[in-house]
């Protein structure tokens, strides 16, 4: 696999960080509501309610598979 290119690499972190600097607060929270929304939808009812009630998402490994 080729190498990534620095410079490349480099104006990807500039963009981060100048949209980073140029939201508000409030910008920043409703993207992450919405993000957090999206990856609800993903799961059921039940696991989401059970995930509540343990405090968070558990990793990988942890949930129980069917």
Do not use: F
């Amino acid at each position: 696999m080729d190498a990534k290119n620095p410079y490349a690499v480099g104006l990807g972190k500039l963009g981060g960080l100048a949209r980073a600097q140029g939201t508000t607060r409030e910008q920043r929270q409703a993207w992450a509501r919405l993000g957090g929304l999206a990856r609800a939808k993903k799961h059921s009812k039940a696991e989401l309610e059970k995930w509540a009630k343990l405090g968070g998402r558990p990793k990988t490994a942890d949930r129980d598979e069917p």
